[in-house]
Nanobody, 125 residues
Framework: VQLQAYGGGLVQAGGSLRLSCAAS????????MGWFRQAPGKQRLFVAV????????TYADSVKGRFTISRDNAKNTMYLQMNSLKPEDTAVYYC???????????????????WGQGTQVTVSS
């Protein structure tokens, strides 16, 4: 069972990146999935979460209006479209999945059962 995040890179402020999270080993089509990020020396923080159907999403205030989470269950893949990137968005981005339906606390990393290895996003000023 594996989640693999990719698509990170170096981008100038104001630019865009699209992260992908590919699942293998089992189907994640019935799982709630999310994105978190961790900057050096800081805690892992919630970015966005999406329900199994894609009908429900929640975003951190810091990315609302700039980031869009989506998923394609036929491809067992989740995405994070990041626009208007800022230097403070620089972090390692992790994807995660939980098998227990919509979490009671979707912002809490402890709610998630599976984690990808992370992909680095660096935004230069």
């Amino acid at each position: 069972v594996q989640l693999q995040a990719y698509g990170g890179g170096l981008v100038q402020a104001g630019g865009s990146l699209r992260l992908s999270c590919a699942a293998s080993g089992r189907t994640f089509s019935s799982d709630t999935m999310g994105w978190f990020r961790q900057a050096p020396g800081k805690q892992r923080l919630f970015v966005a979460v999406i329900s199994w159907s894609g009908d429900s999403t929640t975003y951190a205030d810091s990315v609302k209006g700039r980031f869009t989470i989506s998923r394609d269950n036929a491809k067992n893949t989740m995405y994070l479209q990041m626009n208007s990137l800022k230097p403070e968005d620089t972090a390692v981005y992790y994807c995660a999945a939980t098998t227990g339906g919509w979490p009671r606390d979707p912002l809490g990393p402890y709610e998630y059962d599976y984690w990808g290895q992370g992909t680095q996003v660096t935004v230069s000023s």
